[in-house]
Structure formats: structure tokens, C-alpha cells
């Protein structure tokens, strides 16, 4: 099975704080994107990358940043944290052999106070 | 642009109860669909998924069938249980590369 990891379940930080989440995957995956979760907003794509070193601007880019150094890790960046930052953060992976399926990470509770 | 829409929540049914949660969808292409499930604290994996006009997706009790005449793509299951309680989400993927999710149904299943 696919596995989706993120460095961190819960996280706090301070507004001003820049911001680092982690997300990995294991099965060699060339995809990979990253999510924001809102009540009734669904979920939101923010950034996405096809290759290590490719980024690709999502819905609501704005305030992030990503990094994309190795195939297998996927960074989101919030270079200076604000409050209407504070969501859940799901990372997720799409691989070229497995027809348009995602694989989602367990997520991060991100509270920016 | 492409677009889902499902059904707002929250729905409450009792256990053994049937369970419907509508999505109908705005695609340009020819999408593939899919129903995505989160249970509490976790995150979201997949529960079922069509690629082509008039397929049925099923698991655990699931169905969705693929309606291109009227957009939609609506999850059933004759007889929910306690464990079904969770959120789900209707999505669609036109170009294989980028998903497009609605906003969440939550189901609570009550005993």
C-alpha cells in the first residue's frame, strides 16, 4: 500500500512564524499536491508538483510557498504565518501506473494564533 | 471550469437505514469520478470510482453509477451501519493530473 506520511498530526504556531509541513511518500510517486481543509469549503488545492524541482500554482497559492528537492518529500511553506492560515493541511500523491487515484496523508491541524 | 457539487449536510439516519448523498458534477471532458471517505482524525481515502459513462463503482456496500445524461454521480447504500459515520466527498478528474472535490457530506449513524 501506498504510504503518505506528514511530519506533524497537530501543530500551533505564532502569527509572523514561518511555517514548514512535510509530507513523504514511499511508493515513488510522480504527483504530488498539497490541500487545505475548511468547513464547507471542501478541500482546496493550494500547490501541486509533477516532478522534483516542478511546482505548479493551485487554486489559493496565495501566502504559501512549496519545495520539491526529492522525488519522495513535498514541503508547503507558510513564509510568515497568519491567523486565516489556520486549517487542515492534507498532503497527497497521484501515480502515473495507478489510473487517477489519490493517496491521501493522515493530515495537519494547523492553529496559527 | 470543472465543478462538483453534493449535497449538504449533516445527514443523521439510524442504523440499518438506506443512504443517499447526491453529487452531480461540471466537467468539459469526459471525467472520471470517484467517492472519497474520511473517517474521524484521518485522512481521506478512497471508497469507490467510475471512469466512464454508465460504470458502477462499489465497496463496503457502496454504489455509484456514472450518469452522463443527467451529470451525476449519487452514493447509495442500503443499510448504513455505526462505522459508516464520516465525511464524504464527491470528486472528479478530467485530466488524470488535477482533482476537483466537493464540499463534504457528514454522516452520523446512530444505534
Known amino acids: 500500500d501506498v504510504k503518505v506520511t506528514q511530519s506533524s498530526r497537530y501543530l500551533v504556531k505564532r502569527t509572523g512564524e514561518k511555517v514548514f509541513l512535510e509530507c513523504v511518500q514511499d511508493?515513488?510517486?510522480?504527483?504530488m499536491f498539497w490541500y487545505r481543509q475548511d468547513p464547507g469549503l471542501g478541500l482546496r488545492l493550494i500547490y501541486f508538483?509533477?516532478?522534483?524541482?516542478?511546482?505548479e500554482k493551485g487554486d489559493i497559492p496565495e501566502g504559501y510557498s512549496v519545495s520539491r528537492e526529492k522525488k519522495e518529500r513535498f514541503s508547503l511553506i507558510l513564509e510568515s504565518a497568519s491567523t486565516n492560515q489556520t486549517s487542515m493541511y492534507l498532503c497527497?500523491?497521484?501515480?502515473?501506473?495507478?489510473?487517477?487515484?489519490?493517496?491521501f496523508g493522515p493530515g495537519t491541524r494547523l492553529t496559527v494564533l | 471550469g470543472d465543478s462538483v457539487t453534493q449535497m449538504e449536510g449533516p445527514v443523521t439516519l439510524s442504523e440499518e437505514a438506506f443512504l443517499t448523498i447526491n453529487c452531480t458534477y461540471t466537467?468539459?471532458?469526459?471525467?472520471?469520478l470517484f467517492w472519497y471517505v474520511q473517517y474521524p482524525g484521518e485522512g481521506l481515502q478512497l471508497l469507490l470510482k467510475a471512469t466512464k459513462a454508465d460504470d458502477k463503482g462499489s465497496n463496503k456496500g457502496f454504489e455509484a453509477t456514472y450518469r452522463k445524461e443527467t451529470t451525476s454521480f449519487h452514493l447509495e447504500k442500503g443499510s448504513v451501519q455505526v462505522s459508516d459515520s464520516a465525511v464524504y466527498f464527491c470528486?472528479?478528474?478530467?485530466?488524470?493530473?488535477?482533482?476537483?472535490f466537493g464540499t463534504g457530506t457528514s454522516l452520523t449513524v446512530i444505534p
Open positions: 511508493m515513488d510517486h510522480e504527483n
Open positions: 470528486a472528479l478528474s478530467d485530466t488524470g493530473n488535477q482533482f476537483y
Open positions: 466537467a468539459t471532458g469526459y471525467p472520471s
Open positions: 497527497a500523491t497521484l501515480g502515473y501506473l495507478i489510473v487517477n487515484e489519490q493517496f
Open positions: 508538483s509533477y516532478d522534483v524541482k516542478m511546482k
